[in-house]
């Protein structure tokens, strides 16, 4: 198949790019390198800069005739959403506007959206959290996701385009910059290397930190694989299900590195907009596309080292 991976210079999009085209496809990365990096894509990928915001996209991306597209760039801090909440709208809504009537006018069959779990949900009462729940979304970045999986239902009904949502929960692994909405595992492993003092959020009577659900990126691109095929117009929680204080993570990264002399941690309390407690129950995911979590965080915090301190 052709796909357009957008997105595909960053750090989940870099990973997906490369598998579908070791699955054999025909893939393009589009992206304007904002936090993306040519060096997270391999030599055989190709990269056609441009920014999802382009009035004049189209022109930009015409060499393939895609049949899919997957969809992940993105404006990803959630702070900054807060701060600056027309700038994320710019990108996570009318830029992925933009890409929709590209999609239509070039009769695109499917598009794979990496929507938010740990987004969207908000707080909820109840955890682990399925795609039942109603949304909540705390912050600018949370609104925008939905109304990009909202976006894709009209143009399914308006278009017969067929979508598949993939609300991931708190993403690490490899390539991930330390910056962003969830890239604490990324901002961790700079503090350690530097035997910096790391920073944890806590809200209010969470002394070790918010909870969040981390996943390998690695289970993430096996998700993506699976939605090539599957899955058609439905919304998928892609998260291990376990939730993990923040603190903990710390701790258990610090024990995965070796390193036996860890910087002190400082607590603060809690940015706005983030949520304080979120886990996914992925039942659905295993049910009607076949996907299951294989790495744990152990496992993955130790490859993510290993790669952090090789790189
Ligand atoms: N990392 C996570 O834990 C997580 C969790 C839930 C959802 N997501 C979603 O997954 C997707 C990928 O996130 P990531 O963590 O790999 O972040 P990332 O910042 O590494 O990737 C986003 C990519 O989009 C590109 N981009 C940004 N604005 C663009 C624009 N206007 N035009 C073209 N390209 C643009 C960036 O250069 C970057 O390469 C995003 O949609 C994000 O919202 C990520």
Known sequence: MRILVTGGAGFIGSHVAAAFQEAGHEVCVLDNLLTGSKENLPPSLNLTWADLRDPFLEQNINELDFEIICHHAAQISVPRSVEQPSADAEINISGMLNLMQIARRWKITRVIFSSSGGAVYGDPENIPVDENTPPDPLSPYAVAKLSGE???RYYQRAYGITFVVLRYANVYGPRQAPV??????????KHLSERTSPTIYCPPGMPEGAVRDYIYV???VAANLLALHGGDNQIFNIGSGVGTATLD???QL?????VSDPPRVTM?????????????DCGKAKRELGWEPKISLPQGLTATWQWFVNK
Do not use: H, N
């Open 150 to 152: 909202a976006y894709l």
């Open 218 to 220: 690695e289970d993430c």
């Open 254 to 258: 610090v024990k995965a590195s070796g």
């Open 268 to 280: 603060a309390g809690q940015r706005p907009g983030d949520v304080r407690r979120t886990v996914l």
């Open 249 to 251: 993570l710390w701790q």
């Open 180 to 189: 962003g909405e969830s890239g604490a595992t990324a901002i961790f492993m």
